[in-house]
């Protein structure tokens, strides 16, 4: 049979912290690694690094510990430009290293940021080689921080679908607000579509509405308080575990739906 040519979605969520984006970034695999036989790749750029417990997967090394081992051997070398370009040239391979596999989607974990000063020519480096391992999936998604920035520098260079999350309170709002204006005026994206994701709604989805129109950006879809999530967060069970028929699986297979994220399944 013909190999499938992988769509190359790259997938970033951001929004205030707390607002649900690992619960998201963990429901969505639960629902595309089930979904035919997409290669998903899922990808920690919060220094918190929880999402491999969402995803019930150990990870034996980060991306943040490979930089380090670079950077202590090219101190080693001091001006010895041939060893210099020897690890250079082992750079894809290193951060294969750090891919937690799973049979249905692989998972990198960045880990903490520059412990100390700026390595800029470091952190290209593994860019690229994480933007050449991501050309290998259909489906990349990317759990962040608030900003979009961490991610622009630090893991891809752009992102074609951000998702902006956000609960009801209106520093959730604001802080969306923001990340529109910073993605928007710095060009960060070949945009296939900016949205926003609205968590743990209790009814109060008008509200949320009006606010949307007025600042310009399109509600993706609506999660509903799902007590399940905070059940599963509780025992430590990982979320892609979670019932099909829970109800913020059913409301986050919609939205993957709306970003045709799902194979044969058209964009809304
Ligand atoms: N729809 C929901 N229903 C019930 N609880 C939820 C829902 N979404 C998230 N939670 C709970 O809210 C808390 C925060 O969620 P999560 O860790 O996914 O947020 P986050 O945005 O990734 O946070 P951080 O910014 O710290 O990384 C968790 O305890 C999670 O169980
Ligand atoms: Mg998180």
């Known amino acids: 049979m013909e190999e499938r040519s992988p769509k190359n979605r790259l997938v970033a969520v951001c929004g205030k912290g707390g607002t649900g984006k690992t619960a998201f970034i963990s429901i969505m695999t639960k629902i595309l ?3 035919d036989d997409q290669r998903i790749l899922v990808i920690d750029a919060d220094p918190a690094m929880s999402l491999a417990n969402a995803l019930g997967v150990q990870i034996t ?7 380090e081992e670079i950077i202590k051997s090219a101190a080693r070398f001091g001006d010895d430009e041939e060893e210099k370009l020897r690890i250079v040239n082992t750079l894809d391979y290193m ?7 799973k049979s249905k989607f692989g998972l990198l974990v960045m880990g903490r940021p520059d412990a100390v000063g ?12 994480i933007e050449t391992l991501s050309k290998n999936f259909d489906v990349t998604l ?10 622009h520098r630090q893991v891809v260079r752009v992102v074609d679908t951000p998702v902006i999350l956000t609960d009801t309170s209106s520093r959730g709002l604001q802080t969306a607000a923001l990340i529109k204006k910073i993605v928007e005026s710095k060009k960060l994206i ?66 993957s739906q709306k970003l045709g994220l799902l194979d044969g399944e058209a964009e809304g």
Not at 121 to 129: G, I, Q, W
């Open 61 to 67: 090394k980060t991306i943040g510990e490979i930089r």
């Open 118 to 129: 700026c390595f800029c020519p470091v952190n290209d480096l593994l860019r690229d080689a």
């Open 142 to 151: 990317i759990d962040g921080e608030a900003g979009i920035e961490q991610i």
């Open 95 to 101: 951060v294969l290293e750090a891919l937690a596999e």
């Open 33 to 35: 690694t089930q979904h």
């Open 190 to 255: 070949r945009c296939k579509r900016l949205g926003m994701v609205v968590n743990r709604v209790r009814g109060d989805e008008e509200m949320v509405r009006g606010f949307a129109e007025k600042v310009g950006v399109e509600i993706l879809g609506y999660i509903p308080e799902d007590e399940n999530i905070s059940h599963y967060d509780l025992r430590g069970q990982p979320l892609t575990e979670l019932p099909d028929d829970s109800s913020s699986v059913v409301a986050i297979r919609q939205v």
